[in-house]
């Protein structure tokens, strides 16, 4: 899902640099962009933050390997 709205945020914005439309158009494209853009930057905080939370829990919380 991330993947496919950072994309149509990256074709939005590169329908906005062609300066052959009209200003409006590349305004309201600018704008579709922007929220676009919020969700992947979400999701890949969020999975960051898993991760960091998956590698270090064991390590903070005193886990030992019962091997």
Do not use: E, W
Request: aromatic fraction near 14%.
């Amino acid at each position: 899902m991330a993947f496919i709205y950072s994309s149509l945020a990256t074709f939005g914005l590169m329908y906005l640099g062609m300066s052959a439309v009209d200003f409006s158009i590349r305004l309201r494209y600018f704008t579709i962009s922007l929220i676009l853009i919020r969700s992947p930057v979400r999701s890949l905080g969020v999975a960051f933050a898993l991760g960091i939370y998956v590698a270090l829990a064991p390590i903070c919380c005193g886990h030992k390997n019962q091997t």
